[in-house]
């Protein structure tokens, strides 16, 4: 599938994958060390949701729209969300529906603290070129026009030693989840106390499930798996995908419970499902 982010921004796995990113973020931010958050494929950074790639698909109603009147009543990290994407619609009236909505670069940036850096991979140089206009006052970020996984090679390990990797390809190649794994390994062989959020559709249950198959011979300590599924798993269409955690910091397994619960609720309270399943783990998590 082509998962392009302007043509299915705000939808259900952008508040999926949004959320848990918050999760994350939020657990490196209860030490004061530094951190460094890399992002592989960054996109543009803000996306138009009355704009014609969006209104393509029209997967926006399922996602922000339908859980924005819901919002005061939300999880933190869930309500966080919903705050970033009130940030890039200033001036939106109370019953009004958002018209942008922030990518994961933007989400990051604000969760940063002064001490921290964001790096930042956009292979497209129109997107990288927009997305450097959007943080040009933001010293903390540094953006690329590169390809991401090559980047995660060539820049890890980070000066902070703590941080985050984000893995959100466009999975516009067949061999996606070939290059996905191969640049976990190279980074976690150079990084092994990084935190890895890998982000993909379950489309195709069997390439997927192939992927996490190779997860698991990879042998690393701490592999969680968080689903999310608008509709059960036989339904034609794009309804599900996964973020499989490497390293997930301590304590974020009840917020993300509690978060996706609400989630499935909100967006999908018919057929909709969610799910936290462990790969791999330490001694210490048995």
């Known amino acids: 599938m082509n998962y392009r982010h302007a043509y299915h921004a705000g939808n259900f796995a952008d508040v999926f994958k949004h959320t848990l990113l918050i999760i994350l973020l939020a657990a490196l931010n209860r030490k004061p060390t530094p951190w460094c958050y890399f992002d592989s494929h960054a996109g543009a950074g803000l996306y138009d949701l009355q704009g014609s790639e969006a209104r393509r698909g029209g997967e926006v109603a399922g996602g922000i729209h339908r859980l924005w009147p819901l919002r005061a009543v939300a999880p933190v990290p869930v309500a966080e969300l919903c705050s970033a994407v009130a940030a890039v619609n200033p001036g939106l009236a109370t019953d009004a ?14 969760r940063a603290r002064p001490q921290d850096r ?75 106390e990084g935190v890895y959020a890998l982000w993909y559709p379950r489309k195709y249950a069997p390439a997927a499930q192939r992927f996490e198959r190779e997860l698991r011979r990879v042998k690393l300590r701490r592999i969680l798996l968080a689903d999310f599924r608008m509709a059960p ?54």
């Open 97 to 110: 529906l958002p018209r942008f909505y922030p990518g994961s670069p933007l989400i990051a940036a604000g």
């Open 233 to 286: 798993d036989d339904t034609p269409g794009f309804n599900a995908c996964t973020m499989a955690l490497v390293n997930p910091p301590w304590q974020c397994e009840q917020a993300m419970k509690i978060s996706l619960a609400f989630l499935r609720d909100a967006l999908a309270p018919q057929a909709g499902s969610y799910g936290l399943r462990w790969l791999a783990t330490s001694a210490v998590d048995k």
């Open 118 to 192: 964001l790096v930042l991979a956009e292979l497209r140089s129109d997107e990288a070129q927009v997305l450097r206009t959007r943080l040009r006052r933001d010293a903390r970020a540094a953006i690329h026009t590169r390809d991401g996984y090559e980047m995660l090679k060539a820049l890890t390990p980070p000066a902070e030693r703590r941080g985050l990797a984000l893995l959100d390809p466009a999975f516009e190649q067949p061999t996606e989840f070939v290059q996905m794994h191969q640049a976990l390994r190279a980074a976690h062989q150079r990084w092994p």
